[in-house]
């Protein structure tokens, strides 16, 4: 198993600009989750799926879109990119189950510096 | 907003030194958890704790939830170089992980 995967690894956008980040993982989580983390910060949850086709909106989700149309894929789209949006990118899954037994497992995580 | 604090964010020790790590919410979260993240790398689970006021243990760390599931405690003993890392709690509230900025622990030897 790969785990969760994240791609690209690093990326520098100009203002304005769009692009994807992508997140997949083949260990057939239902819970998958993208997070932000600004330097020397903890992670802020931007969005979050339950499953395929269904999605919703954490707590910094504004200038973010996602979609999740099979269980392995999450990507997470950044429209008009802002200097705000500069920051550390982490996918996350997860199985349900006792609570006490489950694990978030991250990817490796994608920096993206917004000039 | 659900907001976990963590204390201290900074602590710099010497090997062998004990330390404690709080991580405190004025929410109710159904179980919380305690990660360790190192530099370029996402974060690690170290542990869930469930139950109000349950203990847990792994080798020299020991957390606590409290009896109200509104704070938690990471406690090291004997420090040692290889826990040098950003610890970092998380707290559930119906599958939204909401987590504290960290505590950024170093360990000289």
């Known amino acids: 198993n790969a785990g969760v995967t994240q791609t690209p690894k690093f990326r520098i956008l100009k203002i304005g600009q769009s692009m994807t980040l992508q997140c997949t993982q083949d260990?057939?989580?239902?819970?998958m989750y993208w997070y932000r983390q600004d330097p020397g910060m903890g992670l802020k949850l931007i969005y979050y799926?339950?499953?395929?086709?269904?999605?919703d909106k954490g707590e910094v989700p504004n200038g973010y879109n996602v979609s999740r149309s099979t269980t392995e894929d999450f990507p997470l789209r950044l429209e008009l990119a802002a200097p705000s949006q500069t920051s550390v990118y982490f996918c996350?899954?997860?199985?349900?189950?006792?609570?006490?037994?489950?694990?978030?497992?991250f990817g490796p995580g994608t920096r993206l510096l917004v000039l | 907003t659900q907001l976990l604090e963590q204390s201290p964010q900074f602590l710099s020790i010497q090997e062998g030194e004990n330390l404690t790590v709080y991580c405190n919410s004025s929410?109710?979260?159904?179980?919380l958890q305690w990660y360790r993240q190192e530099p370029g790398e996402g974060p690690v689970l170290l542990v869930t704790?469930?139950?109000?006021?349950e203990v847990k243990k792994l080798k020299r760390l020991t957390f606590q939830f409290g009896d109200a599931r509104k704070d938690s405690s990471l406690h090291i003993t004997a420090a040692q170089p290889g826990d040098t890392g950003l610890y970092l709690c998380?707290?559930?509230?119906?599958?939204?992980?909401?987590f504290g900025s960290g505590t950024k622990l170093n360990v000289k030897p």
């Open positions: 996350a899954s997860r199985a349900p189950g006792l609570a006490e037994q489950e694990t978030q497992y």
């Open positions: 260990m057939n989580h239902n819970y």
């Open positions: 799926s339950v499953g395929a086709g269904i999605t």
């Open positions: 929410s109710v979260f159904s179980s």
């Open positions: 704790v469930v139950t109000g006021g």
């Open positions: 998380a707290g559930d509230n119906f599958n939204k992980f909401y």
